[in-house]
């Protein structure tokens, strides 16, 4: 079972909430979250209930504050732990099947246009893809994250295995994608 806390004050002071599991309105809880405490599994927070509005990606560690996990405001209001893989499980998947991450993009929706398929992490989309939108996605095996701006900076949207037909089913306000990497301890 997974473990994170929430701070309303930086550098883990004032209030705080200890979440075991999935929460998908964490506003009766605290009022802001300045810092955080992962520790344990992978969580993905959003800024607003029900699990929308901006993502982020957070894996075991310390953020005294929302600019340490890339935060444009001390706003989150739901969250969703996933586990994390084993390191053996994912060396026998890769000598198993070739590789435990493998993914596709598209440059239009529902799997049209011009198509190209990864199974590693990628800093610039335009210099691999020859495109700055991806419109639709497969994600066939495992965790992604994808980054509104290349060298993994800006709006991150959380990717699970499954079809994406639009870039609205990620999350995403618009097709821009600058980078991506598959989720692993880094």
């Known amino acids: 079972m997974g473990k994170i806390i929430f701070y309303e004050d930086r550098n883990f002071q004032g209030r705080h909430y200890e979440c075991n599991s999935d929460c998908p ?13 992962v520790e344990s599994d992978w ?16 894996s075991r560690g310390e953020y005294p504050d929302y600019q340490h996990w890339i935060g444009f405001n001390d706003c989150v209001r739901s969250c969703r732990s996933f586990p994390q893989v084993s390191f053996n499980y994912c060396l026998f998947l890769f000598q198993y099947r070739g590789g435990s991450y493998r993914m596709r993009i598209y440059e239009r929706p529902d799997f049209g246009g011009q198509m190209m398929e990864f199974m590693d992490d990628c800093p610039s989309v ?31 949207y959380f990717l699970k295995p499954g079809e994406y037909r639009r870039y609205s089913d990620w999350g995403g306000y618009n097709s821009t994608i ?5 989720m692993r301890d880094f």
């Open 43 to 58: 969580w993905v927070l959003y800024e607003r209930p029900n699990y929308m509005g901006y993502q982020y990606v957070l």
């Open 126 to 156: 335009y210099d691999c893809f020859h495109y700055r939108d991806i419109h639709s996605c497969q994600v066939m095996d495992g965790y992604w994250i994808f980054y509104e701006r290349p060298n993994y900076r800006g709006r991150q």
């Open 25 to 37: 309105d964490l506003s009766p809880y605290f009022s802001r979250c300045n810092s955080i405490r």
């Open 178 to 182: 600058g980078s991506f990497r598959h």
